[in-house]
């Protein structure tokens, strides 16, 4: 039962465009997303997330939103970089019981950025 | 640098044999979750541990289990290993539970399981 889900599983943009990388959930409990980014040979680094109380939520280059009703989420970037070419994952909790603290990840998504 | 590291970096195992994975967290983290990334998927939560204590657990069987240690080490252990345990382990860490945006991830121990 995959609970959140990323359908893309690569992307390839051109330096100085905006990449779009999409993910989808299935279950109505969870309450924070997170995306993620994973170089090889390296552990997941939080990039930005958002509570479900909100729609967008911008860091610089990143910009993640969330639509409730749709159960989906995206995360812009722009302008994309070569740097930024890596695994991205989305990741969603909720803070229930014994859910506390438990990510729950899509299969991921790799970005790659053309100079 | 996450101040989180893992050993081994790489293991190779025989099915039905035993595995301990270590991880190292930052000083002051309470809370360590361990995850499970098979080939192109993404992490699964195995379980978490505070304060010594598991505080929630995955879909994952008992031979899978763990310990965390007042030094801030932690360790997973799985029995009788399977092929479908070949993957890459992740631990994560942070000062709270609840700390998703302040969890680090270590870089994992790569298992084969043959």
């Known amino acids: 039962d995959q609970q959140v889900k990323q359908n893309s599983p690569s992307l390839s943009v051109q330096e100085g465009r905006i990449s779009i990388l999409n993910c989808d959930y299935t279950n109505s409990m969870f309450d924070y997303f997170l995306w993620y980014k994973k170089y090889p040979a390296e552990g997941p680094t939080f990039l930005i997330s958002?509570?479900?109380?909100?729609d967008k939520n911008e860091d610089g280059r990143f910009t993640v939103f969330l639509n409730k009703s749709a159960k989906h989420l995206s995360l812009h970037i722009v302008p994309s970089q070569p740097g930024d070419s890596a695994v991205y994952f989305c990741a969603a909790s909720y803070a229930g019981g014994t859910s506390y603290g438990k990510l729950t990840f899509g299969q991921g998504t790799i970005l790659t950025v053309h100079p | 640098e996450t101040g989180v590291t893992q050993s081994p970096t790489h293991l190779i195992k025989t099915r039905g044999q035993q595995v301990t994975l270590r991880c190292s967290s930052q000083s002051g983290h309470n809370t360590v979750s361990w995850y499970q990334q098979a080939l192109g998927q993404g992490p699964q939560f195995i379980f978490q541990y505070y304060r010594e204590e598991e505080n929630g657990r995955g879909n994952f069987p008992p031979r899978f289990s763990g310990l965390q240690f007042p030094n801030y080490s932690s360790e997973l252990n799985v029995n009788a290993l399977e092929l479908d345990d070949s993957a890459l382990y992740l631990c994560?860490?942070?000062?709270?539970?609840?700390?998703?945006?302040?969890?680090?991830f270590g870089p994992g121990t790569r298992l084969l399981v043959l």
């Open positions: 958002i509570s479900s109380i909100k």
């Open positions: 994560a860490s942070s000062r709270d539970r609840g700390e998703l945006e302040t969890q680090y």
